[in-house]
């Protein structure tokens, strides 16, 4: 999340790919096809990107829920980061392997640890979770375990998405890199592509038609993100990439031939979150405090985004949305500590309000019936929906700073019948944590949250005093 932003662009570079086992470097002479419009420097504002202070607690600990840095003081401290070493060297990482086999529900099954530098993305597929630091690696890993790792030089990776055979990139530097496992190795992967194109940007650099102002006065080319991509999402045929930045900016891209199809102006401040669901609408949620509907269109060959409608509008941040296809239910996490709902089928109106959260919600998944919410105050509750309402079945507690990410997959070695989830949570605590959740009775997750030391679980009505109209305005929480 972010809430003012600092302009760099850089084009994109020719590749030469060097392989050292099983980790693949690509970009080596980045520098040489950069143009800078001005460098990106600390900002005065929140940013919950940027680190904690050092911790002294013990995060390898599951359970721990008192760690010496007190979240409570401020989410948005802004200490400086430090680059870390290449994936070359010796890993940075260590694996924590709870020692219980007890998973017959919700409990955590282990930790990665990051013991230099921080974690700024993630992403699962099928048995395979990826992981992008501030040191431009990309992880790999299968079964708590490093299985691969490719790495770029420039941008530090803030968004992850995979997509078929390809996964695709977000940077610090505004660029998009889309990379491909090879036939031969799965632990070898190779960098196929950069968005936007440098094709694309010289020719695009060409007229000055395509040229935008951004800001002090400053012209950039319309096809590139002239600041930091906050999140990635595909279109439900996978046709389209889309890209939403600190730049304000959301982004059309064409999978098939990496073109730039589009850029729309969408918010006043930084676009925190977007997602596509219910018939390929476009949802995105701004620091600016709203989150906006996106219709599209066939225009001849090509198809084109327009404006529909303003869902939410409020004082405080979005900074998480996500859609659960299955029930057609929208959702959205702010910086008061909220989650809003609606429901398609009743056109969108407001559903109501999930309150789990003493700080800011910083990051949604969904499951099945479950819904996961990160906060910055350091816990994921874990919600199950039942027709229109939802109960918070648990909170699992064991990071000792705030929940930045979520990943979900289907657990594929459950056994009895009953759905299990792998859950995966990073952290500004420099790990990410795996859990295996279920949705189970509550009294049973209750039990297991006493043992735990827990909070226990809640029921939460989905009446809202917020009403059914399609836009509202959300106070901030009384502290």
């Not at 395979?128 to 501030?134: E, F, I, V």
């Not at 530090?156 to 695709?168: H, S, T």
């Not at 995105?284 to 599209?296: E, H, L, P």
Request: net charge positive.
């Amino acid at each position: 999340m972010r809430n003012s932003r600092k302009s760099k662009m850089v084009t994109e570079e020719n590749s030469h790919q060097q392989a050292f086992g099983s980790v693949m470097q690509s970009d080596p002479n980045e520098d040489e096809y950069s143009f800078r419009i001005s460098n990106i420097s600390e900002t005065s504002h929140a940013n919950y990107d940027r680190p904690p202070p050092r911790l002294s607690s013990d995060y390898n600990s599951p359970h721990n829920t008192s760690p010496s840095w007190d979240p409570s003081s401020s989410p948005y401290l802004d200490p400086s980061w430090d680059q870390t070493t290449s994936p070359l060297s010796k890993s940075p990482w260590t694996s924590h392997v709870e020692p219980s086999t007890n998973y017959s529900y919700t409990g955590l099954m282990g930790s990665l640890v990051r013991e230099e530098g921080h974690i700024y993305s993630l992403a699962a597929s099928g048995d395979l979770l990826y992981t992008g630091s501030d040191s431009k690696n990309i992880r790999v890993w299968k079964n708590h375990k490093e299985f691969s790792g490719f790495k770029s030089n420039s941008g530090l990776v803030k968004a992850i998405i995979i997509a078929g055979e390809r996964i695709f990139t977000g940077h610090q530097d505004g660029k998009i890199r889309v990379w491909k496992v090879s036939g031969k190795d799965p632990s070898v992967y190779k960098r196929i592509g950069t968005l936007p194109t440098l094709t694309a940007y010289i020719k695009s650099s060409m007229k000055p038609s395509n040229y935008i102002e951004t800001r002090r006065n400053r012209n950039a080319v319309w096809i590139k993100h002239f600041d930091a991509i906050s999140c990635l999402c595909m279109s439900e045929d996978q046709k389209l990439l889309y890209s939403a930045s600190w730049d304000k900016t959301i982004k059309v891209w064409r999978a098939s031939d990496s073109k730039c199809l589009e850029s729309i102006n969408a918010h006043d401040d930084a676009v925190n979150s977007i997602v596509v669901g219910f018939n390929g609408q476009l949802f995105s949620g701004s620091a600016d405090g709203t989150v906006k509907i996106w219709r599209k269109e066939s225009q001849g060959k090509g198809t084109k985004h327009f404006f529909s409608q303003t869902l939410l509008k409020q004082e405080c941040a979005v900074t998480s949305l996500a859609v659960d296809p299955t029930s057609n239910f929208l959702y959205c996490g702010s910086s008061d500590g909220l989650v809003n709902f609606w429901q398609r089928d009743k056109l969108l109106t407001h559903g109501g309000v999930l309150r789990g959260h003493k700080l800011a919600t910083l990051c949604l998944a969904t499951a099945g019936n479950l819904i996961f919410s990160g906060s910055a105050d350091n816990n994921i509750c874990v919600w199950r929906r039942d027709g229109n309402e939802h109960i918070c079945l648990s909170v699992l507690s064991g990071h000792s700073g705030p929940v930045k990410c979520l990943a979900v997959e289907e657990d594929k070695e459950q056994t009895g019948g009953e759905r299990h989830f792998i859950v995966y949570s990073r952290s500004l605590d420099k790990s990410v944590k795996i859990w295996r959740v279920s949705p189970q009775a509550q009294q049973q997750l209750q039990n297991q949250a006493e043992v735990m030391g827990m909070s226990p679980p809640q029921t939460f009505p989905s009446a809202c005093s917020l009403g059914s109209q399609s836009s509202c305005r959300v106070s901030q929480r009384r502290k």
